[in-house]
């Protein structure tokens, strides 16, 4: 089955404590991005890669880094995690020709205390 | 960058009218534009989209409309069903370097059906 995972779906952590969520997915895509979703706010893009050791900031990247060194995965690392960082996390994937198509993750909901 | 406005940040109907939903984008460069579709507790799925090279795309009940010289498109839904209530997000692409382009999102529209 094609799809996008994401792990943990929740976590709750304290403020500094480094985290990594992780995404991956089987449909030998190039193209991954990560957004948050906050209420008002919409879809927020974190970070973006086209394609494997090719990444790049999106509208939102403070306090945020990735990684992409495998083509199936995108994980997304908060080294100091912070309050304003509470929010629900997704990530999605598409193929490089049609990037505007892009198949989201289950989502993970991150709490930091 | 890119900035995309989107109208009106909820909507009630009854079932059976319809429902439209608008949004403005800055940059005239942005070629696609697609509609995502959340439902309560799940993830976004992509429910229709258009190109800057068409004026209008439909699909069974909904449909799509570009006025890219007012840079403005617009979700149209008929015969509204319960099933549709979700929150509703459109999308610029804005044509990036390499293969990929850069999606920017509305902030969403909450569109409850009433029975």
């Known amino acids: 089955e094609a799809q996008v995972t994401q792990n943990p779906r929740y976590l709750i952590t304290v403020t500094g404590k480094k985290l990594t969520v992780t995404c991956s997915q089987n449909?030998?895509?190039?193209?991954m991005s990560w957004y948050r979703q906050d209420p008002g706010l919409g879809l927020r893009q974190i970070y973006y890669s086209m394609n494997v050791e090719v990444t790049d900031k999106g509208d939102v990247p403070e306090g945020y880094k990735v990684s992409r060194k495998e083509k199936r995965n995108f994980p997304l690392i908060l080294e100091s995690p912070s309050p304003n960082q509470t929010s629900l996390y997704f990530c999605?994937?598409?193929?490089?020709?049609?990037?505007?198509?892009?198949?989201f993750g289950p989502g993970t909901r991150l709490t930091v205390l | 960058g890119e900035n995309v406005e989107q109208h009106p940040s909820t909507l009630s109907v009854q079932e059976g009218d319809s429902a439209v939903i608008k949004c403005t984008y800055s940059d005239s460069a942005s070629n696609y534009f697609p509609w995502y579709k959340q439902e309560l507790g799940k993830r976004p799925q992509l429910i229709i989209d258009i190109r800057s090279n068409v004026g209008e795309k439909k699909d069974q009940r909904i449909a799509v409309t570009l006025n890219k010289t007012a840079k403005h498109f617009s979700l149209h839904i008929t015969e509204t069903q319960p099933e549709d209530s979700a929150v509703y997000f459109c999308a610029a692409s804005l044509p990036h370097t390499g293969t990929a382009s850069k999606l920017t999102f509305g902030t969403g529209t909450r569109l409850q059906v009433t029975l």
């Open positions: 999605a994937s598409s193929s490089s020709g049609r990037a505007g198509e892009q198949f």
């Open positions: 449909m030998n895509h190039e193209y």
